[in-house]
C-alpha cells in the first residue's frame, strides 16, 4: 500500500515536470516568433545601414508589409506565451484531478502561424524580385 502510493507520487511529478517542459518549449517558441518578428520589422533599417558600410546608394524596400507583419508576429508570439501559460495551469489541473483532456488551440495557432509566415514570405519576396 505504501509502495503504490509512493510509486504514484513519483509518477506524478515525473507528468508534472513533462507538462513543464511542454510550457517551457511553447514559451521558447513565441520568443523565437517574437525575434523574427522584430528582425523583419527592422529589415529596412539593416539594408540601409549595410548600404552605408559598402559606399553604396540602396533604396531599403518600403517599410509597409514588413512593418506591420513584423509587429504582428510580435503580438502573435506575445498571444502565444500567454495562451502557453494558461494552457500550462490548465494541464496541471488536470493532471491533479486525472482527468487530462488534450487541447489542439497552442498547435493550431502555430500552424496557422507558420503558413502565414510562409505565405507572406512568398508574397514579398515574389513581389522585389
Same mark, same amino acid.
Not at 502510493?5 to 515525473?14: A, F, I, L
Not at 548600404?51 to 503580438?75: D, H, M, Q, T
Not at 483532456?101 to 507558420?114: A, G, H, W
Given at each position: ?22 510550457? *517551457?518549449?511553447? =514559451? ?42 513584423? +509587429?504582428s508576429l510580435v ?10 501559460? +494558461?494552457?500550462?495551469k490548465k494541464v496541471?489541473?488536470? =493532471? ?9 488551440? *497552442? ?23
Amino acid at each position: 500500500m505504501i509502495e503504490d502510493k509512493k510509486s504514484s507520487k513519483v509518477r506524478n511529478r515525473r507528468v508534472h515536470m513533462a507538462n513543464e517542459r511542454t510550457f *517551457l518549449a511553447w =514559451i521558447r517558441t513565441s520568443i523565437g516568433i517574437m525575434a523574427f518578428g522584430f528582425v523583419v520589422e527592422k529589415f529596412a533599417l539593416f539594408v540601409k545601414q549595410i548600404s552605408y558600410l559598402l559606399g553604396k546608394e540602396v533604396i531599403p524596400p518600403p517599410r509597409g508589409y514588413s512593418s506591420f507583419f513584423g +509587429i504582428s508576429l510580435v503580438a502573435l508570439g506575445a498571444l502565444m506565451g500567454v495562451l502557453a501559460f +494558461i494552457r500550462y495551469k490548465k494541464v496541471e489541473k488536470q =493532471i491533479d484531478k486525472d482527468t487530462y483532456q488534450p487541447s489542439l488551440i *497552442l498547435d493550431v495557432l502555430l500552424t496557422i502561424s507558420v503558413l502565414a509566415i510562409g505565405i507572406f514570405l512568398v508574397i514579398y519576396l515574389v513581389h522585389i524580385v
